[in-house]
């Protein structure tokens, strides 16, 4: 039962830094205040994504999935999920970020990361 709480902490944390890094980096003087004020809502933003796929990584390990299956499927998953929010966003008339299909890196990195971290620690040494 690591694998919900090592996504919920570990996967909008990763998805935080890949949103950072596809987006440019945070420049400025205030940079470390900017990332200090976006991190919980990025947490909560990522919440959703990283529970659905936690979900959906339990279910390819119990079909039983291998490692490297898992992760691809898994990262697959996370891909999906992270255009959650986008969704509305497509739709809409003058859209607050422009729909790019590399934003799903942004779930589907942090899930193969928090798949291969649940399956190590998962595995008793």
Avoid: H
């Amino acid at each position: 039962m690591i694998r919900f709480p090592v996504f919920a902490v570990l996967g909008p944390l990763a998805g935080y830094f890949v949103f950072i890094g596809l987006g440019g980096g945070i420049k400025g003087d205030s940079a470390g205040i900017i990332f200090g004020m976006l991190l919980p809502v990025a947490w909560i933003a990522g919440l959703v994504p990283a529970s659905i796929t936690a979900a959906l990584d339990q279910l390819f390990e119990r079909l039983g999935a291998r490692s490297v299956q898992r992760y691809l499927l898994t990262g697959i998953i996370g891909y999906a999920s992270a255009y959650l929010f986008m969704v509305e966003n497509y739709f809409e008339i003058e859209p607050l970020f422009p729909f790019r299909y590399d934003w799903g890196l942004v779930g589907a990195i942090p899930a193969v990361i928090c798949s291969f971290v649940t399956e190590k620690l998962e595995i008793p040494v």
